[in-house]
């Protein structure tokens, strides 16, 4: 079941001002993890888009893995997907195109066999940053040296294609750089497709070091975003963030952090131990999230315990100005 994007009650006066309202919508887990969990080698370029290219069905089962755990959005494995990337790998573009746009088909086709339960789910097409594609890290530096119209020319045919394949909304996340962002959001408000928007971070900063108050304030000027946050990064930085988010924004938080350990682009691996705990999600609802999930090294197991944490709450988010996210319909 679906209608639009996922939608969040917001209240500015005390929580049982709306008792019984819903509190957050459980976004989904990582999808790399999850298909390196199911045996898939993602250490080519392509990363999680060679599996939805040569093994589509391991993606959905992955899709239905996060559904079945309680997540309530799909994110498609279209974060590192390209037309170019996919030409480069051998494809010719008529298919290429059709192989990023079966991104959101996959995730449709298993939101719609589970709807025969009546709960309202969504599919969120994921949009990387550039540096994604460039497999090297990028996105956790930014500063590519490109100009706005180059980046311009990159992300809008991947946002045309992947709007016209019928998601229920646009996830753009792991934005390292306040630049790139104001491309994004021009971009999205010609869409007109409702989008969530995430940056990755390091404490009060974009990886490219500019303050998360000046990117969360550029991602809030798309009148197509209901949410803006973090992601991809420790979980320790997300309350100060999310606080911050929505008090800059006066719209719900978006958050899903990975799971505490480092990438180090060097060597190609993560390195330390988990700290994501989601017993933190009920301190994340009250700065301000609406909508939590995982990124990086988090799977199912961590969304059903997130999704068990946050059916417990009871009170609506709370935000500091007025609903600019009542232009999005709530679910039917």
């Given amino acids: 079941m679906t209608g639009g994007a996922p939608h969040v009650e917001v209240v500015e006066s005390e929580p049982d001002a709306a008792d019984g309202q819903p509190v957050v919508v459980v976004l989904d887990g990582g999808m790399s993890n999850a298909l390196e969990d199911r045996g898939h080698d993602l250490s080519g370029a392509l990363w999680t888009a060679r599996v939805l290219r040569d093994a589509p069905e391991e993606i959905a089962a992955v899709h239905w893995a996060y559904y079945d755990a309680g997540a309530r959005v799909a994110t498609t494995a279209s974060y590192q997907a390209s037309v170019a990337g996919f030409v480069a790998g051998g494809l010719d573009r008529v298919e290429a195109k059709q192989l990023v746009a079966r991104s959101v088909t996959i995730a449709r086709e298993v939101r719609d066999r589970m709807s025969v339960d009546g709960t309202s789910r969504w599919v969120a097409a994921s949009v990387g940053p550039y540096g994604a594609v460039l497999a090297d890290g990028s996105e956790y530096r930014g500063r590519y040296g490109l100009s706005g119209a180059e980046l311009r020319d990159f992300h809008l045919p991947r946002l045309e294609l992947l709007a016209s394949a019928g998601p229920d909304l646009l996830a753009v996340e792991t934005i390292p750089d306040v630049d790139e962002a104001e491309v994004l959001v021009q971009l999205l408000d010609d869409l007109g497709v409702p989008a969530w928007f995430s940056f990755s971070a390091r404490g009060s900063q974009t990886r490219a070091g500019q303050p998360l108050a000046e990117a969360f304030a550029v991602a809030a000027a798309a009148e197509c975003v209901f949410a ?105």
């Fill in 228 to 332: 803006v946050g973090v992601n991809c990064c420790a979980p320790s930085d997300v309350l100060p963030a999310v606080g911050l988010a929505a008090e800059v924004t006066g719209r719900p938080a978006v958050a899903y952090p990975n799971s505490g350990e480092e990438w180090t682009a060097r060597t190609g691996r993560w390195v330390g131990g988990s700290s994501y705990d989601e017993s933190l999600a009920p301190s994340w609802v009250r700065a301000g999230a609406g909508y939590l999930g995982g990124c990086c090294r988090t799977g199912p197991r961590d969304i059903a315990a997130l999704a068990a944490a946050v059916n417990q709450l009871d009170s609506p988010v709370r935000c500091r100005k007025n609903r600019p996210v009542d232009r999005v319909d709530p679910a039917t």
